[in-house]
């Protein structure tokens, strides 16, 4: 058995998440505890009981999800549950990086909360827009989304598994790929509820943002490699992954060719650790025979360590 963590991105949180390990477990409690000083208010009280507009925040989502991610992830370390790699969703990647050592939790929160901030603050809420199209060849949606260009920036921001592809860019030309999706026999198209359009060029001024920061944090070498959004490569090195990191904002996630690259490696059990199940079911689709479990909550933990015979 070789195991992979997969951590979530946004869109996962919801509020009540990680309400049993907080409850339960002091290392977990800790990890909130930590994440509070740095971000100057009470982070578990609003993962606990929101309002859900103020978690759903991409500034406080960020944070939200990275912590709930590593709170869960303690105690199964704890309990002797490690993996000889990791890859995360876009935000997930910070996850994945705090999870095999290469930030401090402190470094993490600061610099996941400063890039919401960043991509927030790229677009005017209400210029930006992302879609799923469902049912489409990568050629067909990338051939879409250059016929509608015409009508300003638009390209695939997340290829996410076969026939789920999400595009992102300037409202106006991300409607027009929606329509010519449509057209071109696309089964479903769905506008995301997202107030930024992540993973595209309208992103780059973030990106050069976060650098500044990425430059100033420490980074240490991997104790065991992630599998990166923007090349879906295995990376271990601090030098590797900061270009890396600042390239992911801006550059399509490769989410289907990550897991792909994981399952030619041999990872034949993927544990996706965080609120939600949504990476759970793209591997699914991805790697076939691949073993998929997830811990959300004391019930999917113990499922787990029971499938896993810890």
């Not at 406080?60 to 549950?81: D, F, K, Y």
């Not at 104790?223 to 890396?244: C, G, Q, Y």
């Amino acid at each position: 058995m070789k195991i992979a963590f997969i951590f979530p991105g946004q869109g996962s949180q919801y509020a009540g998440m990680t309400k049993e390990f907080t409850e339960n477990f002091i290392e977990s409690k800790e990890v909130f505890e930590t994440a509070s000083s740095v971000l100057g208010y009470d982070l578990e009280h609003l993962c606990l009981h929101g309002p859900v507009e103020k978690l759903n925040l991409t500034e406080n989502t960020q944070p939200a999800i990275l912590a709930a991610s590593i709170a869960i992830l303690r105690p199964l370390e704890r309990r002797g549950l490690t993996a000889s790699a990791a890859a995360g969703h876009s935000l997930g990647e910070y996850t994945a990086i705090t999870a095999a050592g290469g930030f401090e939790l402190k470094d993490a929160v600061a610099l996941v909360q400063k890039r919401g901030r960043y991509m927030q603050e790229a677009v005017p809420e209400g210029t930006g827009l992302m879609a799923a199209i469902l049912g489409m060849e990568r050629e067909d949606v990338e051939k879409t989304c250059h016929e509608a260009a015409k009508n300003g920036i638009v390209a695939p921001a997340n290829y996410n598994s076969p026939g789920q592809i999400v595009i992102a860019g300037e409202k106006k030309a991300v409607e027009k790929a929606m329509e010519i999706a449509k057209g071109a026999g696309a089964k479903k198209v769905i506008p995301l509820a997202v107030s930024v359009p992540s993973h595209c060029s309208m992103m780059k001024q973030a990106g050069q943002r976060l650098a500044q920061d990425l430059e100033k944090v420490n980074i240490s070498d991997l104790r065991m490699p992630i599998v990166n959004n923007a090349d879906a490569m295995f990376l271990r090195t601090a030098s590797e992954l900061r270009p890396a990191l600042v390239r992911q904002i801006s550059s399509p996630l490769y989410w289907e060719d990550s897991i792909k690259n994981m399952a030619s490696n041999g990872f034949d059990t993927f544990i996706e650790i965080g609120p939600g199940k949504v990476l759970s079911g793209l591997v699914r689709r991805i790697a076939k025979d691949a073993k998929v479990l997830n811990v959300e909550d004391q019930k999917s933990m113990s499922a787990t360590l029971d499938a896993l015979g810890i």
